[in-house]
């Protein structure tokens, strides 16, 4: 068994939103052969989520997010940062900050409209760092 890993740095700026990291997932795990790839989000107020992208289901998940979690000040006993910021520590428990996926023959076992993102509903942060394992017999 060999573990390897790297650290993505994900820019997001002020944006709130979903952030696909399925192409760096997949350059990483190319050519390792089979095993397992861990995402981790190491920040209390992010996850990662595998869905569908580009057909609108980002901007679904953001708005069940602030449906389920609203922004209203006042509402959250965790109140530094930006108004409604206590919703986005309450986040990781609804969007897990990590998740297991899959790899064979150096390729990510994602469905055909399956993507890896991370899920940042915090304004306050501009650079998010995900953690990228794999977990391989090959030794690569």
């Given at each position: 068994m060999s573990l390897d890993t790297t650290v993505l740095t994900i820019e997001t700026g002020r944006s709130r939103g979903v952030f696909d990291i399925t192409a760096e997932a997949a350059r990483f795990v190319a050519g390792r052969g089979d095993g397992l790839l861990s995402v981790f989000v190491p920040h209390a107020t992010a996850g990662i989520a595998i869905i569908e992208t580009g057909a609108g289901s980002d901007q679904d998940l953001m708005d069940a997010i602030d449906e389920i979690l609203p922004r209203e000040e006042g509402r959250y006993r965790h109140r530094h940062?930006?108004?409604?910021?206590?919703a986005d520590h309450v986040m990781p428990g609804?969007?897990?900050?990590?998740?297991?996926?899959?790899?064979l023959d150096g390729r990510l076992a994602l469905g055909t409209w399956q993507s890896i993102v991370l899920v940042d509903p915090n304004r306050d942060n501009r650079?998010?760092?995900?953690?990228?394992?794999f977990l391989g017999s090959s030794g690569k």
């Open positions: 940062g930006s108004p409604g910021h206590g609804l969007v897990a900050p990590s998740t297991t996926v899959p790899v650079v998010r760092q995900v953690r990228l394992s």
